[in-house]
C-alpha cells in the first residue's frame, strides 16, 4: 500500500513564508505532485517534483529529497487568496496518483 | 489552461437509479482518472486508466464501472444508485502521470 502524511492545518500572515510538508510511504515512486484547491472548487495542479531538488514557479517552490521520502511546498509572500487547501500526490509508476488528505492553509491579515 | 469537461455539474437522482457522469478532454492524455471527494476532505482514487481499453480499480472500493473507448472520453456509471454515493465526483487527465488536470466535478446527491 501506500501512504501519505500531510499536516491537517497550518496558520500563516499575509505577506510572509510558509512551508507545507508531506511524507510518504511507497513502492514504485516516480514523483510527487501538489495541487490547490479552494472551497467549493475543483483542485488545479501547481507543481511536481521527478528528481530530487527544488522547482520554482512564480511565488510557490515544491521540494523533493526521494531518500527521506519527503517533500515540501513553498509559499512567498503570502496573499489572501492562497487561502486554500493543499494537497500532496504521489505517482506510482506512471500511472496511478495517490492524494493525501491536504492541509487547510488558513491567512491572517 | 487544461481542457477537461465533465457534465453534469449537479445531479439529484432517486435511489436505484442508473446514472453516468460523463468526462471528456480534448488534450490527447492517456492517462485519465475518476476521483471521489466528500468537502472538506481527501480525494479517493476510485478508477483509472492509461489508454483505450485499459482500465484499473483505484484504491477506493466503488461499485462503479468505466469505460475508455476513445482516447478523449472517460465516463463512469452507477448501475444503482444509493445514498451513500452522494458526494462530489472528480475526473482528471495527465499526459505523463506526474501532473493530473481536473474537470469542474459533478455533485451528486442520491434521494
Known amino acids: 500500500g501506500q501512504s501519505l502524511e500531510q499536516p491537517s492545518e497550518v496558520t500563516a500572515v499575509e505577506g510572509a513564508i510558509v512551508q507545507i510538508n508531506c511524507t510518504y510511504q511507497?513502492?514504485?515512486?516516480?514523483?510527487l505532485s501538489w495541487y490547490q484547491q479552494h472551497d467549493g472548487g475543483a483542485p488545479t495542479f501547481l507543481s511536481y517534483?521527478?528528481?530530487?531538488g527544488l522547482e520554482e514557479t512564480g511565488r510557490f517552490s515544491s521540494f523533493l529529497s526521494r531518500s527521506d521520502s519527503y517533500g515540501y511546498l513553498l509559499l512567498q509572500e503570502l496573499q489572501m487568496k492562497d487561502s486554500a487547501s493543499y494537497f500532496c500526490?504521489?505517482?506510482?509508476?506512471?500511472?496511478?496518483?495517490?492524494f493525501g488528505k491536504g492541509t487547510r492553509l488558513h491567512i491572517l491579515p | 489552461e487544461a481542457d477537461i469537461y465533465q457534465t453534469p455539474r449537479y445531479l439529484v437522482i432517486g435511489t436505484g437509479k442508473k446514472i453516468t457522469l460523463e468526462c471528456s478532454q480534448t488534450?490527447?492524455?492517456?492517462?485519465m482518472y475518476w476521483y471521489q471527494q466528500d468537502p472538506g476532505m481527501e480525494l479517493h482514487l476510485i478508477h483509472y486508466?492509461?489508454?483505450?481499453?485499459?482500465?484499473e480499480k483505484g484504491d477506493l472500493s466503488s461499485e462503479s464501472t468505466v469505460s475508455r473507448i476513445r482516447t478523449e472520453h472517460f465516463p463512469l456509471t452507477l448501475e444503482s444508485a444509493r445514498p451513500s454515493h452522494t458526494s462530489q465526483y472528480l475526473c482528471?487527465?495527465?499526459?505523463?502521470?506526474?501532473?493530473?488536470?481536473f474537470g469542474q466535478g459533478t455533485r451528486l446527491t442520491v434521494v
Open positions: 482528471a487527465s495527465s499526459l505523463t502521470g506526474l501532473e493530473a488536470f
Open positions: 511507497t513502492s514504485g515512486f516516480y514523483g
Open positions: 517534483n521527478a528528481l530530487d
Open positions: 500526490a504521489v505517482s506510482i509508476g506512471d500511472d496511478k496518483i495517490i
Open positions: 488534450m490527447g492524455h492517456d492517462k
Open positions: 486508466s492509461y489508454g483505450v481499453n485499459s482500465t
